[in-house]
């Protein structure tokens, strides 16, 4: 099934990304009218509505019993700027997340589009087809229409529903968590590595190794090493970990982390999408995005949510995979050993014939 | 440009950006310790059990020597041997017509046989008794020391329960506390940019008030 909102946002990305406009002679040419004038569209009548509302109650003209109607009504209208100001300010700050780096490109392209028409993006003006209009309505909420040629049907916005959601901790556009930042953190936490290889910053430190009580020794208490092939017939001892007791040990840290993140299932599907699904990076070119992010593997918003325990379980799983491939890996492999001898570059064929006559003194076969 | 498209006064624009970058700091950090919440939640219901290595183990302790029985199974045979040897030289005896001093003193021999062998019970069966006495005491003893091991152990749990509950309340604390900080101070920078905004609202309210009269 094709992905819409894919295509819409990363054909949005790139267009806002890539200063293809200012090769547009048509756009360099002409002018371009940015003057939406939300709040004195919105209140270019209102001060007629309030004085007629007044007069009728001042004078005992009310068409309701008790001026009920006309009561609320300027209520309502003495509240409305104060509200206008609060809806705008909270539209603001959910469209702007389109803008953040990571921004799972599988929310509403309808947003990115909004966005980049508040923000007054070259391409976004009323000379180029757009259209936003503030309302505000009879009981006393408001709305916000965006119209124009990339929202194909118009894109309304309640304030009363952006208040409701966002009371209810739900966002009109998802954040992606930050999984490069958590997982930097997580590593700190698991238990892996002493207090001393972390940092001021709460990171670890560049030296940072895991402690030795992971590391794989010998029966005699000396370390087990895997020899690596350096090549020119050269080799050298790395240090073998206890991966079962490290998976053992990180895992209750893991699944904490995962449930932190499950109290906002917003959020684990925007990971999801950007991040866990097929391994991806956000320094991923924008480009590439399109395959190697969760595309046809991802989850969609309208669809998935609530998400079902088959998703959750998924997602921890590769939560999971990921921490471990992407950033504990590095400090299992490839390490050097902390005894100084036995970290030297060596001979392969002499360390060989070494091992094959230790081998025959500890087995009595001389 | 951004007045342009909100429109009213100049500063209510600048203030509505400001504003919304003030709330969504705010909710980023009461998103943030939500999270914090449930990942404390779930660390303290799933932590690891602490393994009390003073556990008590008292139940292991026995008297090895409580229930040692009599080895009678030589001493029945050695009587039976004595019995028979005593009926066949009693036969002997009387197909040879010996007298019948020879025969008591026959019998005799038959019954100091069977003494020694009453004699060898009863010395086992004191034997056993003073190893059963010995291992009773060896019993109580290391029940004892089990007793006082265990009360260590409990002490020592208590204390590591302790020490990991302060840990995770001193740490749940201070996030929730970072986080909570964050947010207070987005939401007071978020006052700070509507009341900028209010000499614009004003601007707003004048206007439809002097249109209303």
């Known amino acids: 099934m094709e992905n819409k909102n894919l295509f819409q946002n990363l054909y949005l990305k790139q267009f806002n990304e890539s200063n293809a406009i200012a090769y547009n002679e048509r756009f360099v040419s002409g002018s371009s009218d940015y003057n939406f004038q939300l709040l004195d569209n919105a209140y270019r009548d209102v001060g007629r509505i309030y004085a ?27 509240e409305s700027p104060q509200a206008s100001l609060d809806f705008l300010s909270s ?63 118009p894109l309304v916005i309640n304030s009363a529903a952006l208040n409701a959601l966002l009371e209810s901790d739900t966002s009109l556009v998802v954040s992606t968590p930050d999984i490069n930042k958590d997982m930097l953190r997580l590593l700190t936490e698991v238990g892996l590595f002493a207090q001393d290889m972390i940092g001021e910053n709460q990171e670890l430190t560049a030296t940072a190794k895991i402690t030795e009580e992971y590391v794989m020794m010998n029966t005699d208490g000396s370390f ?21 007791k490290i998976e053992k040990k ?117 | ?89 009693l036969d002997t005896i009387r197909s040879t017509g010996a007298s019948a001093g020879g025969a008591t003193a026959l019998a005799q021999a038959a019954l100091r046989s069977k003494k020694g062998v009453a004699a060898s019970i009863e010395m086992q069966e004191k034997q056993n008794e003073d190893k059963r006495a010995a291992g009773e005491k060896q019993k109580q003893d290391a029940l004892m020391q089990e007793g006082q091991r265990v009360q260590q152990g409990e002490a020592w749990e208590f204390a590591q329960r302790e020490q990991r509950q302060m840990q995770e309340l001193d740490r749940t604390a201070a996030m929730l506390g970072a986080s909570r900080q964050a947010q207070a101070q987005a939401q007071s920078d978020q006052t700070g940019a509507m009341t900028g905004m209010f000499g614009s609202l004003a601007g707003i309210g004048g206007a439809l008030l002097a249109n209303g009269k």
């Open chain 1, 52 to 78: 007629k509302l007044k007069i009728a109650i001042e004078t005992n003209n009310c068409m309701s019993e008790d001026c009920a109607l006309e009561l609320t009504g300027i209520k309502n209208l003495e």
């Open chain 1, 91 to 153: 539209l603001i700050a959910e469209l702007g997340v389109t803008e953040e780096s990571s921004f799972d490109l599988n929310n509403n392209y309808k947003y990115t589009a909004a966005n980049s028409l508040m923000n007054g993006r070259p391409g976004f003006s009323k000379t180029d087809g757009y259209q936003a209009y503030l309302d505000l309505l009879p009981d006393g909420s408001q709305q916000i229409v965006f119209l124009g040629p990339a929202f194909e049907t």
């Open chain 1, 224 to 244: 087990d090493y895997e020899i690596i092939d350096l090549g020119n017939g050269k080799g050298r001892n790395v240090l073998k970990y206890d991966l079962e």
């Open chain 1, 250 to 366: 990180v895992t209750p840290f893991i699944n904490a982390e995962v449930a932190g993140l499950m109290s906002s299932e917003q959020d684990v599907i925007a990971a999801w999408n950007v991040y866990i699904s097929k391994d991806t990076s956000v320094e991923e070119d924008a480009q590439m995005a399109q395959n190697a992010n969760a595309g046809d593997t991802s989850w969609i918003y309208e669809l998935d949510l609530p998400l079902q325990q088959d998703k959750k379980v998924l997602f921890e799983i590769k939560y999971k995979e990921y921490f471990m491939n992407n950033y504990l890996k590095q400090f299992t492999t490839n390490q050097l050993p902390t005894v100084k001898e036995d970290a030297a570059v060596f001979d392969l064929a002499e360390a060989k014939k070494a091992k094959a006559q230790k081998f025959l003194d500890d087995n009595d076969l001389n």
């Open chain 2, 1 to 89: 440009m951004i007045g342009a498209i909100i429109g009213g006064v100049a500063s209510i624009a600048g203030g509505l950006f400001g504003s919304s970058a003030a709330k969504k700091r705010a909710r980023a950090a009461a998103k943030e310790a939500k999270r914090l919440q449930n990942k404390l939640n779930n660390l303290e219901e799933n932590r690891q059990d602490i393994v009390n290595p003073f556990q008590d183990m008292s139940a292991m302790i026995s008297n090895p020597f409580a229930n040692l029985s009599v080895a009678t199974g030589a001493a029945e045979m050695k009587i039976e041997e004595a019995d028979i040897s005593l009926a066949n030289t």
